[in-house]
């Protein structure tokens, strides 16, 4: 694996990158909205400054969701994905405060009451629509809160999540019908276009047109269907030109099997091999419908992949020693790393129930072998005395654990673990490297 030495980790490029790009536009669009003058009232121009906000948030939520690789493989989609929760719960409440004070304004204007003053803006076509938009955004939002997420199913969650489309739409018509600020000069036309189909674009680009694309030209099928196990299995999927394909071992895809399941359900799953520009391997755990049916996948099937995905790569190496560590089934992206490995210094922690529930253990161990290094199998159930990922039991298995690049993969409570325990060992925060699993 290369380390890098003496330049900016390429996750922290990718933020300032992200954030100057954020930091600029809204510093144009406030000198826009000073430029463009005052609404009818004090409490309409404020309405007006939130409204203007309200839409910067709107593109820049495209912008986390367009799954750019540029930006995935150096901050990952785990974490834009975090991102784009928080900036969509600002939203949430900027577009509220946006529509009270709108009321509230027009409410003052007119002397009337806030009540008759909403249902008199909702007669006319523009301020309807970005009622509707706000109505939509609130929907989403509450069925993005943890507690109701977590009693929803992933895909009647993801169905209900793409009114946000629709409300984006709404949004952007009530924005031309409404809108004084980006219709003031030539050049704040231009800006507002320029940046509506920059961020669509790459929208469109990154979830639509790349993923067909790369199906059509690599031409993606299933060559065979291992049984690891009694409950998990591994799909081995070649196709045309995969020396072209950009992936890289520790990454994850987002696989379709046309005909083994319905089109619209697509599950994640780490490759759990290094791409050798012959083949892709997944391997998974039956823990779903979806993911069960996977060893009754034909063999010669199509397979529709979307990615490769995921900054939990070699990339962002920093030093020669590796600690590895996963749990589970989380052992697929590490097996794959293991193979980029050339030697040497590297230690690999694999936590489980049992020996029996050690996925692709024997691969791994014979990877470790081959390049010298250990291979710790932990083994037990939290709860029953055995916790190998506190602070002390750590350095007792790596003493020198502040001085590797640490790799973790795994359930959400043991990556949580793990990386409270980093934390208290003082490794360096550019050293550690998670990724959790999951698009929602």
Known sequence: MPVRRRTVPPVVAARWALWAFVVANLAIVEVLFLNAGTGKNGVLTVAKFFGLHAAVLMLFQLLLVARLPWLDRRIGMDRLTVWHRWVGFTLLWTLLTHAVLVVLGFARLDDASMVKTFFALAGVPASLLGMLAAALVVVVASVSTRKVRRRLRYETWHGVHLLLYVALGLAFVHQLQETTTFTSSAFAKIYWWALWLFAFGALVTGRIVMPLWRNAYHRFHVTAVVPESDDVVSVHVTGRHLDRLPARAGQFCIWRFPGHHHWW???????????????????????????????????????????PYGAFTSLHRTRPGALLIAGGVGITPVRALLEEEPGGDVVVLYRVRSEHDAVLVDEVRALVADRGGELHLLTGRTGEGSTPFEPDGLRALVPDIAERDVYVCGPPAMTSAVLGALRGLKVPHRQVHAERFGLA
């Open 265 to 307: 359900l697509a599950n994640p799953f780490s490759l759990s091999a290094a791409p050798d520009g012959r083949t892709l391997r997944l391997t998974a755990k039956a823990v779903g419908s979806a993911s069960a049916g996977l060893r009754h996948v034909p063999v010669g099937s199509r397979a529709f992949v979307e990615g």
